[in-house]
């Protein structure tokens, strides 16, 4: 909100302390990004494998629970491959309801997964966004580095996937917010956009 809106971001307070169908969620999870520097040949370049299993068990467990399933639910992540990563994971569990929400022709029942760039225009009651980066596996600091949201207009991109939620978002992490340690210029990466941050 500071950043971005320069503190001008309001939004309605919820009637409910606690709902567990209802509001925002966080999860922290132990993934790892993969910066590797073996390129485009792995194909674990640019995913992170245990935070796209939290996301799929956290669909296992709602479709499972007769309270939760009747919310319609989708998946955004920050890049394309991560995209891809998690797709697959849900598919390669043959479970009959999943495959059938990720398979569904109604438009507003289909489980989508979607990266950030192609989310416009949809909206579920429920939707995970995971966000894929984490420091990098020798222990360096987080490579302040988010695909399009380092890109011109990127807070657009970033408003886009977190008003796709009509009733519950749920964040995966594979970072702690104290780790983005910005310092000036190093937000945008076009050097005419950079934005000195505080």
Known sequence: NRQYYDGRLASFPSPFLVRPDCGLVYHRVN?????????????????????????????????ADPNLSKFSMGIITLNAKQQELVRRKLVELEDAAITALLESEDPEKELFVLNL??????????????????????????????????????ERRLNVAITRARRQMVIFSSFDPDELQLRPAEWCTDPGERVALR
């Open 117 to 154: 760039e192609s989310v416009q225009g949809r909206e579920r009651d429920v939707v995970i966004l995971g966000t894929s980066f984490s420091r990098r596996a020798n222990g360096e600091k987080m490579p302040l580095n988010f695909g399009p949201l380092n890109q011109q207009r990127g």
């Open 31 to 63: 993934g790892q990004f993969q910066h590797s520097a073996k390129g485009a040949t792995d194909p674990s370049f640019q995913t992170n494998a245990i935070e796209a299993d939290a996301i799929v068990e956290e669909i296992r467990r709602r479709v």
